[in-house]
């Protein structure tokens, strides 16, 4: 069956980094695209960033832009997320998703459990 499983999330103080990683397993990992969501307690979830099949095009988040990287590797069936200069208001749990490009969440058909982001002032 089709799997998801985030890693990489933890505590960091403003300022500094964290690289989330999704392993991907059940399914054509190469064909999809690939996103990460976010919640925050007490808020909707929200796009943060989506790659293409390839890694050709990529999409973000206004508040998360120049800030955050995604990318993948296909050979390992992985798609990542490189957060630098991270804020308090990054503080959410991170979801990664599998479907058609896009920002919206019902582009995309499977989803992970999360890891959480707690970023401390």
């Known amino acids: 069956q089709v799997q998801l499983v985030e890693s990489g999330g933890g505590l960091v103080q403003a300022g500094g980094s964290l690289r989330l990683s999704c392993a991907a397993s059940?399914?054509?990992?190469?064909?999809?695209?690939m996103a990460w969501f976010r919640q925050a307690p007490g808020k909707e979830r929200e796009f943060a960033a989506a790659?293409?099949?390839?890694?050709?095009?990529?999409l973000y988040a206004d508040a998360v832009q120049e800030r955050f990287t995604i990318s993948r590797d296909n050979a390992k069936n992985t798609v990542y997320l490189q957060m630098n200069t991270l804020k308090p208001d990054d503080t959410a749990v991170y979801y990664c998703?599998?479907?058609?490009?896009?920002?919206?969440?019902?582009?995309?058909?499977?989803w992970g459990q999360g890891t959480q982001v707690t970023v401390s002032s």
């Open positions: 059940g399914f054509t990992f190469s064909i999809y695209a």
């Open positions: 998703a599998a479907g058609a490009l896009g920002v919206k969440e019902d582009q995309y058909g499977s």
């Open positions: 790659i293409s099949w390839n890694g050709g095009r990529t």
